[in-house]
């Protein structure tokens, strides 16, 4: 069976550090990957998408940036924290080479940046 | 651009209720439609899903969705709500045919469920 691993559960960072949030995947091959931010009243902001290694979209231009070096690792990074980082992070994947799949989450990084 | 939008952010009812959360997309082509909940604490779980055929699809725990293409809609229904449904209720859309990979969702809506 699939199963999504993200962590660390928790962050607290200074602002004008440096962010790295990582999210595997286990049991599929070729994933779709997500990164999203959820706030209350917002919902889930897609943040970066990639249908494959090296292939990263961003929908929302801002401090933060996403790699995908193996297959079924995804990354979310950022160079210096701003306090507007704050939030909670969902990683996701879905199943490659079809849109006939739903997105499966992991259990989500709450970062406070201080 | 692409968006979703729900238009319900904080809903309560008593049980036995009924229950319909509208959800609205923004985009032309081809899409695939879900909802998702989260009960407080858990994960994100799909209720349903739609991609083709039957416009009306059935999901878990007795909910369903009507999926109309002309107003860009994809409502939730449940005929009588539970205490236990009391969680945030999530609309996405897939964009675009074929592994385009776009999945996004709407801001969600609360829903609380009075005994």
């Known amino acids: 069976s699939q199963t999504i691993h993200q962590w660390p559960a928790t962050l607290v960072q200074p602002v004008g550090s440096p962010l790295s949030l990582e999210c595997t995947v286990e049991g599929t091959s070729n994933p779709n990957l997500y990164w999203y931010r959820q706030a209350a009243g917002r919902g889930l902001q897609l943040l970066f998408y990639s249908v494959g290694i090296g292939q990263i979209s961003s929908e929302v231009p801002q401090n933060l940036s996403a790699s995908r070096p193996q297959d079924r690792q995804f990354i979310l990074s950022s160079k210096k924290l701003l306090l507007s980082d704050s939030g909670f992070y969902l990683c996701?994947?879905?199943?490659?080479?079809?849109?006939?799949?739903?997105?499966?989450f992991g259990q989500g990084t709450r970062l406070t940046v201080v | 651009a692409q968006s979703v939008s729900q238009h319900n952010h904080h809903v309560i009812l008593s049980e036995a209720a009924s229950l319909e959360l509208g959800c609205n997309y923004s985009?032309?082509?081809?899409?695939?439609l879900f909802w998702y909940v989260q009960y407080p604490g858990q994960h994100l779980q799909l209720l349903l899903k739609y991609f083709s055929g039957d416009p009306l699809v059935k999901g878990i725990k007795g909910f369903e969705a009507e999926f109309i293409k002309s107003k860009f809609s994809f409502n939730l229904r449940k005929p009588s709500v539970q205490w236990s449904d009391t969680a945030e209720y999530f609309c996405a859309v897939k964009i675009g045919s074929g592994n385009t990979g776009k999945l996004i969702f709407g801001q969600g809506t609360t829903l609380q469920v009075k005994p």
């Open positions: 985009y032309g082509g081809t899409v695939n």
């Open positions: 996701a994947w879905s199943r490659g080479g079809s849109t006939d799949t739903e997105a499966f």
